[in-house]
């Protein structure tokens, strides 16, 4: 597998890929680069829709001359109190927060949650962002709104008073029912519609379906959550490595 910085010619590859709308795994097995490679490089640069390959080669090297030489290896890890591989470390976020952004997440958002996922604390202060990331506090301040509105953090005091952002195993649980909920506006909204054209109209028809598509989807999303919490309560076991994948948290909830 090549290494190495992306060539002009492979993110004129990435561009030829998406505007046949290939996935990111066709696109990398076409590279013969790892998936994570090419969603970092498009997310980086304008998106699936916004993506150019002149503009992205271009954005990279600019990138790359404002970049300090990084120090070595041995230096970083020492560098942190954890021990851990900074530079591995630093790879991983970018990888996750990649990820997070082609889930729909803009890119301060994911940032922000990657480095509360990655803490063992689980918390962080404003200003503590601010340093991670090297952003301005205001930037920190409209990713903490949205993220708080779609139930992915939650805000503390701390003896400080000072905000605290915290994300734990019940903000999993949270999420998923605030993201069922949100379907159910649009239930009542096409049931309106329903009413108004008329129950015998083919408009009507499709409006029902779409209500009563996205009713079960919601029911089954906060029922299965329901029975899921518990695998979010429960701590991972060395005993489960030996059983088939899914079958443990399976058996937990049925238990």
């Not at 990435?14 to 969603?39: F, H, K, M, N």
């Not at 930037?139 to 805000?155: D, P």
């Not at 999420?175 to 109209?201: K, P």
């Amino acid at each position: 597998m090549p290494g190495g910085r992306l060539t002009q010619q492979e993110r004129q590859q990435i561009a030829l890929g998406l505007a046949d709308s290939l996935p990111y795994a066709e696109i990398a097995r076409r590279l013969d680069r790892p998936t994570s490679t090419v969603t970092r490089e498009v997310m980086r640069n304008g998106g699936p829709t916004g993506y150019r390959a002149d503009l992205a080669h271009r954005a990279t090297e600019r990138r790359a001359h404002r970049r300090k030489p990084a120090p070595s290896r041995g230096v970083e890890a020492a560098g942190r109190p954890d021990g851990r591989d900074a530079q591995a470390v630093a790879d991983y976020e970018e990888t996750f927060t990649t990820v997070l952004m082609a889930s729909g997440l803009n890119k301060m958002g994911a940032r922000v949650l990657t480095n509360l996922f990655l803490t063992d604390s689980g918390s962080l202060t404003a200003s503590e962002l601010a340093q991670r990331l090297q952003v301005s506090p205001a930037s920190i301040s409209k990713a903490i709104t949205f993220l708080e509105s779609q139930s992915l953090v939650r805000r503390e005091r701390d003896e400080r008073r000072r905000d605290r952002y915290v994300i734990d195993d019940e903000l999993f649980y949270q999420a998923t029912i605030a993201s069922a909920r949100a379907n159910d506006h649009l239930v009542a909204t096409a049931r309106q519609g329903v009413a108004l054209l008329g129950a015998h109209t083919p408009a009507a028809a499709r409006l029902e379906n779409i209500a009563r598509f996205l009713d079960f989807i919601s029911e089954s999303i906060t029922r299965a959550a329901g029975q899921a919490r518990e695998v979010l309560r429960s701590r991972p076991s060395t005993a489960t490595s030996d059983v088939p994948p899914g079958h443990s948290d399976q058996a937990a909830i049925r238990s």
